[in-house]
DNA sequence: GGCCAATATTTAACGTCGTTAACTTGCAGA
DNA sequence: TCTGCAAGTTAACGACGTTAAATATTGGCC
């Protein structure tokens, strides 16, 4: 009887390792590199039988993604509820920068690469849900007047846009490559003062109508 | 005797031709249908002549995108002096949003996939000398204490880093593929306002202390 | 135990790509 | 006229993602 429960359970060990080897490569050789013949080759199959657990390679890639995505996700979501909401937009934008410089191919294929597939639509996919989760983040701070005027989903975005760039800087051009000026973590640190510096209302401090 | 240069003459027409049906294709379909074999056929030679005037496919849309590129930065050089530097850093701001996402083909090329070819650094390049552009502006408010203290390198970075995140999520994701709340105009001129906002001194009325 | 069907895997191949070596052709200079 | 270089072509290599067809493996059923 538990024979289909095995059946299921190898493959998904399959679909497993699969993922492993590919994961591996992909960290240390980059997507172009990262071959189908060559996962093949690391778990001793033939490329071919790949195609019998992922339709192709992006998919095989965009399945990692979610899968190590979705770890960043739990980690941030599980954080402390924001007391001070600008507080959590700046440990948001830290985790969230820090994860990028540490899986630059998880992040360029995810937001740096067009996508044949239609991800980040879906309210399942972990990059959805994480700008959910700023743009949620945003809004609380909106609600309590720490904003000056205008859409918390367009700041969100506008967040996103700063934190984004930064990150896509620093995985695309080597540290030899372009004088930046100052070491990475500086920089990032700059990007998200300086973003919420132009999101958030004017320092004097009389707010001007409590809402609600 | 003019035959040298007749011979170079024919040479650089060799060239340009390459480089506009490579341009050709580049806009049309992307950086990967953009193949040797398809710009061959389009001037009508075997693949193998485009060898004997560029050392490979990235030499030629490296060349494709220094040229267009060029035109590009003489156009922000031969601009009106910068009467009041953060109007300058406005315009700045917008052409280079302009461009890139009039060219996203030349754009994803140059900042958005890893150099092969160590561009960006050399005095010459036209990237190199539209961030230099950009810094010498920013230097310009920082003299006038227009900006709250910090590098102004630093700042510069931070701004290319901001405008640069927006337009590369405009280009590579669809309008489709994930909720830009505002419409891409909105969105590349809050990122820039944002930028601005985040850099410049408080707005009280009193400039600390006039310099010089 | 022995057949059947489904599933897993391999073999072989297709068409594409960037690139190179070796050959041919045409033409300028001595 | 001969020589030599440069432009261009032919043919091929090795790699890639992917597919169709053949083969091995395995569990369910009589």
């Not at 195609?51 to 979610?66: A, G, N, S």
């Not at 959805?128 to 909106?142: E, K, N, S």
Request: proline share 9%; charged share 25%.
């Amino acid at each position: 009887m538990g024979t289909a429960e095995r059946r299921e359970r190898e493959r998904q060990e399959m679909r497993q390792r699969i993922l492993d080897a590919a994961r591996e490569l992909l960290v240390t050789e980059g997507y172009e590199r990262m071959t189908m013949r060559r996962i093949a080759e690391a778990i001793e199959y033939t490329p071919t039988a790949i195609y019998h657990h992922f339709q192709d390679k992006d998919d095989v890639v965009l399945t990692l993604c979610h899968q190590d995505f979705g770890r960043l996700l739990e980690a941030l979501q599980q954080g402390p509820p924001p007391a001070d909401p600008i507080a959590a937009l700046r440990a948001l934008g830290l985790a969230y920068t820090r994860f990028a410089l540490e899986h630059p191919a998880h992040y360029r294929f995810m937001f740096m690469t067009a996508p044949k597939v239609k991800h980040l639509l879906t309210d399942g996919d972990p990059g959805y849900q994480a700008f959910a989760l700023l743009r949620q983040v945003v809004g609380a701070a909106a609600e309590r007047g720490l904003l000056r005027p205008g859409s918390p989903d367009t700041f969100a975005q506008v967040l996103w846009a700063a934190l984004h760039g930064a990150v896509a800087l620093l995985i695309t051009f080597e540290a030899d490559c372009f004088p930046v000026v100052p070491p990475a973590p500086d920089l990032i640190e700059q990007v998200v003062e300086t973003g919420l510096r132009g999101i958030l209302a004017t320092p004097k401090p009389e707010p001007p109508a409590p809402r609600s």
